[in-house]
C-alpha cells in the first residue's frame, strides 16, 4: 500500500520556491490550516467560528436528562424549527415549552437522556470576531517567518520566538475560546 501523504512532493517544491509575491496558493493553505489549527487549541469543530449563514439548517442535539440544551453556536432569535424525540415544539422565541437564555434552550420539562433534539436555526456568529481573525493573521506570519530558520537567525529574530509554537496572541485567544466554548470542560 503506498503512503497516505497529507503534503505531497509538488507542494514541498512549491512552498519552497515561494517568495511573499509570487502567487503560489501556499498562502491559501497556510490560512485554511492556521483556522483550522485555531478550531483544534480551542477544541471545538471544524469551522466553529464561522460567520452564520443567511439560511436556517439543522442540527441534532442529544438530551441530557434535564431541562437545559445547550445549542452553540447560534444567531440568538432565528429558531425556526424544533423537535424533540420526533414530536414539534411550538416555536417563536418564547412559549410555554421552552425558552431562549445565553445559548442554551431551556425546556419545561426534562429531555430524556440521549433522545434526540432537532433545532433549525442560523449556526455561526454575527461575523468572524475581529480577535480570533487577528489571532490567525499573527500565528500566520509567525509560521510563514519560521519557514526559513536560516534566513531567521540572519534577520535576527530572537531563538525564543523560532521556538515557539505558537504567537502571543494566538496563544492568549486559543485560551480564552476554548474556556468559553470547549466541549471538554466538565467541571465548568
Known amino acids: 500500500m503506498p503512503p497516505i501523504l497529507y503534503a505531497t512532493a509538488a507542494d ?3 512552498a519552497a520556491q515561494e517568495t511573499e509575491s509570487s502567487g503560489n496558493d501556499a498562502w491559501e493553505t497556510l490560512a485554511e490550516g492556521i483556522s483550522r489549527l485555531f478550531d483544534r ?3 471545538v469543530e471544524e469551522g466553529f467560528f464561522k460567520a452564520a449563514d443567511a439560511a436556517p439548517s439543522i442540527k441534532t442535539f442529544l438530551g441530557e436528562g434535564h431541562e437545559y440544551l445547550r445549542i452553540i453556536p447560534y444567531i440568538p432569535g432565528s429558531l425556526a424549527a424544533i423537535t424533540v424525540d420526533g414530536s414539534p415544539v411550538t416555536v417563536p422565541t418564547l412559549t410555554d415549552e421552552y425558552a431562549e ?3 442554551f434552550l431551556i425546556f419545561s420539562y426534562a429531555i430524556a437522556k440521549n433522545a434526540p433534539v ?3 436555526a442560523r449556526w455561526g456568529f454575527a461575523q468572524i470576531a475581529a480577535d480570533i481573525k487577528l489571532a490567525c493573521i499573527e500565528q500566520g506570519l509567525f509560521q510563514w517567518r519560521r519557514k526559513d530558520l536560516a534566513f531567521a537567525d540572519l534577520s535576527g529574530v530572537p531563538t525564543a520566538a523560532v521556538t515557539a509554537m505558537f504567537s502571543p496572541t494566538f496563544e492568549a485567544s486559543t485560551q480564552r475560546y476554548r474556556g ?3 466541549t471538554n470542560l466538565y467541571f465548568s
Open 118 to 120: 432537532t433545532v433549525s
Open 180 to 182: 468559553l466554548y470547549s
Open 41 to 43: 487549541e480551542c477544541e
Open 12 to 14: 514541498l517544491k512549491a
Open 101 to 103: 437564555r445565553e445559548n
